[in-house]
């Protein structure tokens, strides 16, 4: 008898999560659905280092010191440990309401703000909160079916609602928000040092091989070198993009800002408000973007829901529940079997001890 073990079917929350993004590693990696440039960022970071370890490197550590192949690779991992941990991590979505939550909502709005007349359009949905004796204004999302949190705002291109989004970041491919800033910014400082190392060792290496061998011949030899027309590029695109990148996120952590608030002037437009996120100190800003806790996820990507039994409960659980049954029984019917054997032959017992005949010769001798 075989004994059918009934399984159940076990479904994640990451796999019914609404947006746009992307899940790995049974939901442990969440990225967007747009990863072409991040493939291209992890091409050129990998490329370019494979070619200085590769050539420059060895040259430079008997030339000058070993230690400058050790700070590269040091500087390597960190950059890539970063990056990796930068668009693999939930950025700060902020789940979307429930159709019982989203009703409620709707109730609170239309109290609110009563019956609007035909014809007329209906009020903003904004409510204001006070922050360090500022009013900021929570806006609704028509998507997400809630009151954004202060700093929120949809991403158009997940298609989520993101904890103090600063921007989305195709170079990562991800968003970037609360629980992953202060890694982007650490990525960007670390590939500017870099950079700027790898260009400064190469242009070093071209350098002392032109005092033995000439500048030309060394550019031929040296296929990890690059040339004239491809180091001005570099340098141009290292300035202006990474080096100049790093440089606008140093300011904005300075001020205790993101550049979602930056582009929109939100605290240096027309009203002059002052940013009630600031503690007018760059020391504590910095400290709080930087160092401060992380907030846990609030998607619990890694959750089960509960869902029905795949198929119904076979028959044969109770099959073989009863066919257990009879076995126990078994030695009773057993015994009554033997049971008339001993009763039917009372001939083959062996007699009891008679008292008798001691009592009959004392009568005679009476």
């Not at 400064?200 to 011949?217: D, Q």
């Not at 582009?263 to 930087?290: A, D, F």
Request: glycine content about 6%; proline content about 10%.
């Amino acid at each position: 008898m075989s004994v059918m073990v009934v399984r159940k079917k076990v479904t994640r929350k990451w796999e019914k999560l609404p947006g746009r993004n992307t899940f790995c590693c049974d939901g442990r990696v969440m990225m967007a659905r747009q990863k072409g440039i991040f493939y291209l960022t992890l091409f050129l970071i990998l490329g370019t280092c494979t070619l200085f370890f590769a050539f420059e490197c060895r040259y430079l550590a008997v030339q000058l010191s070993p230690a400058i192949p050790v700070f590269a690779a040091m500087l390597f991992l960190f950059s890539m440990a970063t990056l990796l941990r930068t668009s693999f991590s939930d950025p700060g979505v902020i789940p979307r309401a429930l159709p019982d939550e989203a009703a409620f909502i709707e109730m609170e709005i239309e109290a609110t703000n009563g019956a609007v007349p035909q014809g007329q359009r209906p009020p903003p949905r904004i409510k204001n909160f006070q922050i360090n004796n500022q009013i900021v204004k929570l806006k609704y999302c028509y998507t997400c079916k809630i009151f954004r949190p202060p700093r929120a705002s949809h991403c158009s291109i997940c298609d989520n609602c993101v904890e103090r989004f600063d921007h989305h970041c195709p170079w990562v491919g991800n968003c970037v928000g609360k629980r992953n800033y202060r890694y982007f910014y650490l990525f960007i400082l670390s590939l500017s040092l870099l950079t700027i190392y790898v260009f400064a060792f190469n242009i070093v290496y071209v350098a002392l091989k032109s005092l033995k061998i000439g500048f030309l011949e060394t550019l031929k030899e040296t296929p990890g070198t690059y040339p004239p027309l491809a180091v001005f590029l570099i340098c141009f695109f290292t300035l202006w993009s990474v080096v100049g990148l790093t440089g606008f996120h140093t300011f904005l952590v300075a001020l205790n800002q993101t550049t979602n608030e930056d582009i929109k002037g939100s605290w240096t437009g027309k009203n002059r408000v002052q940013n009630p996120y600031s503690h007018g100190n760059i020391v504590k800003n910095c400290c709080e973007v930087l160092c401060g806790p992380l907030p846990p996820s609030v998607l619990d990507r890694r959750g089960i829901l509960p869902l029905e039994e795949s198929g119904s409960r076979p028959p044969s659980t109770q099959e073989t529940s009863s066919s257990l049954l009879p076995q126990s029984p078994a030695p009773a019917e057993h015994m009554n079997s033997e049971m008339p054997e001993d009763t039917s032959t009372p001939e083959e017992m062996p007699p009891p001890e008679p008292p008798e005949p001691p009592q009959q010769e004392a009568e005679v001798e009476k």
